[in-house]
């Protein structure tokens, strides 16, 4: 029993009558659950139809389950219905508890569907629907799929929740007014599970100006999203800035070509590379799904390789790699990735590392949805059909020591036959930098290269993102700095001390390289785009996540993987197959991905994505699957139990 003194009710009044005009009441919409799926309803309807007929349907709180068909003359029978009805099990929203209510939607002057009043059974299913048919409106037409009808008449499209048990959103995201989004007001039970809702697929056709039309992406938190907040993977940016107003330019041409956002995604601090758990602090780095559940997922781009690798439910996210951020959590968590040409796309509304090194590439399971997300994101891609006959290798096993080389030797084997390899040849950077360098140059390409990387995202992103921070931060806190995950103070540093001259000296030397090795290493081809590929392993060493490192350090030194970053040109991971190991957590033997990167000259994205496809068809690559292993399986962590 609660009791309230008549003095509390009496201020509570006072103070309600003051600020009557400041306050208001608005609907956020709300969550139920339909054959133990949870969903979440929308506050705005996405359309209302006459209410007649509808008081025969079952409902909960004046909301009852229901499928929209549309019928023409000729397939609107009950039989046909239900043919149609079976195609929908295909989707994850759907599910058989919508047909409590069966809104057939038709069209066409003269032609009327007639059905049986009261519950009709439909074949191909063990339940009985009320069937109910619409006049549509031949200019607005509602899509095939499941909806919530009210009592009203008003028709709302349901989000099914998942749970992000990988810990790999930062938020989950619906439509707002306009063309903005907002945060998704739903959760679900469970430890630090908020739920992520997807539409139905069913809504949703593809075609020439939308290929992406209802594929569900993911976006990494240092992407705009107007009306959505932007972290950096850092709270006290989060907490501090307004709401984009827009959407940066890969955002929006996801957009534009008709692709779903479902949320924000993790990202290690400012996307510097931080180590799982030991560098994370204002927020836990998300969980690799492959193997025993504890390695490293890489980063920065850590959500979108985690939720990637770990929910079918997701079909692409969008990631960024300066010096391997898309490529790292690609390898390690078996999805297809890619770093493209440099500037391929325009990064405004981004949050820079160093511009003249930041690229948007895509983390995805199916090379299939990668290649049309390619095209819709990279504007004119020249979709080249004739590939290099010459390979050229760098770090490849020469023979076979372990499982994963024999895979990687037996993927470099299925590929010399595919393309007809005319040539293989390791190639040793350093080696032909030697012979062939600019006069001007060192004979030590790793000298010549050793700071380049770490002067320039330091001196830039201290001058781009830090300085402006600080100073905007310091001027409402009282002098006060924010806090900031020791990766990112100790590079900052290291550019701090370095003098203004390092970052131009650096810049030309990255130019000096770049245009060595596309004159000389990776050239262009009138025919095939590329006269050669290069070809190297990724890594497939155990990285645990509960291990006590050493504290970080200045990403000094040149490597295969940082070829692309400074010679601009496209480098790819594919997943080629998986590796066991002896994890020491579960003390089982767990699988790996193995996976190798393809690199070819510059502006050549559009003849791996082709590659990638044909070799698909060939049967020599395949899509990987979300779960334990890229064969699928049960993740043996889940954080959350219902919505999975």
Not at 399 to 405: G, I, K, R
């Amino acid at each position: 029993m609660l009791l309230v003194s008549f003095s509390t009710v009496s201020c509570l009044f006072s103070l309600l009558s003051q600020n009557a005009v400041a306050l208001s009441l608005i609907s956020t919409g709300g969550t139920l659950m339909l054959g133990g799926i949870p969903y979440y309803i929308p506050a705005a309807p996405y359309t209302t139809i006459s209410p007649q007929g509808f008081s025969r349907l079952n409902s909960v709180n004046g909301l009852s389950p229901v499928t929209v068909v549309s019928v023409t003359a000729g397939n609107d029978s009950v039989g046909s219905l239900g043919s149609v009805i079976k195609e929908f099990a295909v989707d994850d929203v759907w599910n058989t508890g919508f047909l409590e209510g069966l809104l057939v939607l038709y069209t066409g002057s003269g032609f009327r569907p007639s059905y049986s009043s009261g519950s009709t059974p439909l074949s191909g299913s063990n339940q009985s629907s009320t069937i109910i048919s619409i006049k549509g409106n031949g200019s607005s037409t509602i899509p095939n799929g499941p909806y919530f009808l009210s009592t009203s008449g008003a028709l709302y499209q349901p989000y099914r929740l998942y749970s992000d048990f990988a810990g790999a959103f930062t938020q989950p995201l619906i439509p707002s007014s306009g063309d903005s989004y907002a945060a998704l007001p739903a959760s679900l039970p469970g430890i630090e599970s908020p739920g992520i809702g997807v539409p139905s697929r069913l809504y949703y056709t593809r075609s020439a100006s939308k290929p992406l039309a209802g594929v569900r992406v993911g976006i990494k938190d240092i992407y705009d999203i107007a009306g959505v907040k932007t972290s950096d993977g850092n709270r006290a940016v989060y907490g501090f800035y307004p709401p984009a107003t827009a959407n940066s330019v890969p955002v929006q041409r996801l957009v534009d070509a008709g692709a779903i956002l479902v949320g924000k995604m993790k990202t290690s601090q400012f996307a510097n590379g931080e180590r799982a758990t030991a560098d994370w602090v204002d927020y836990h780095s998300p969980f690799n799904p492959r193997g025993d559940g504890y390695q490293d997922p890489s980063s920065s781009s850590s959500g979108p390789g985690a939720a990637a690798a770990s929910y079918p439910w997701l079909d692409l996210t969008l990631g960024s790699d300066t010096g391997g951020s898309v490529r790292g959590p690609s390898q390690v968590q078996g999805l297809f990735g890619n770093r493209p040409t440099h500037n391929l796309v325009s990064l405004a509304g981004t949050m820079p590392l160093a511009p003249e090194l930041d690229t948007a590439g895509f983390l995805c399971r199916d090379p299939i949805i990668w290649k049309a997300a390619g095209i819709a994101l990279y504007a004119d891609l020249q979709l080249y059909s004739d590939y290099p006959t010459a390979i050229q290798t760098i770090n490849f096993p020469t023979s076979v020591t372990t499982e994963a080389s024999n895979i990687t030797l037996s993927f470099l084997s299925k590929l010399q036959r595919f393309l007809n390899a005319k040539s293989t040849t390791p190639l040793n950077l350093s080696t032909s930098w030697a012979a062939s360098r600019p006069t001007s140059a060192p004979a030590s390409l790793a000298s010549f290269l050793n700071t380049t990387y770490p002067i320039i995202i330091s001196k830039q992103q201290t001058r781009l993102v830090r300085d402006p921070f600080f100073a905007a931060y310091a001027a409402v806190h009282d002098g006060r700095k924010p806090f900031v995950d020791p990766v990112p103070l100790v590079r900052w540093a290291y550019g701090d001390s370095q003098p203004e001259s390092a970052l131009a000296e650096a810049q030309n030397n990255k130019t000096v390289f770049m245009d060595w090795f596309n004159s000389n290493i990776l050239v262009n081809d009138s025919r095939t785009c590329s006269e050669s590929l290069i070809v190297y392993p990724g890594s497939v060493n155990t990285n645990y996540r509960n291990e006590y490192i050493r504290p970080p350090t200045v990403p000094f030194g040149f490597s295969t993987g940082r070829i692309s970053v400074f010679a601009e040109v496209p480098d790819v991971v594919v997943p080629i197959g998986q590796a066991a190991y002896q994890s020491n957590i579960t003390e089982h033997t767990e699988m790996l991905p193995v996976a190798v990167d393809i690199m070819a000259a510059k502006g050549c994205d559009g003849m791996l994505f082709n590659l990638i496809e044909d070799l698909t068809a060939a049967g020599i690559v395949s899509a990987t699957q979300a779960g334990q292993t890229i064969a699928g399986g049960e993740i043996l962590l889940k954080r959350g139990m219902v919505g999975l």
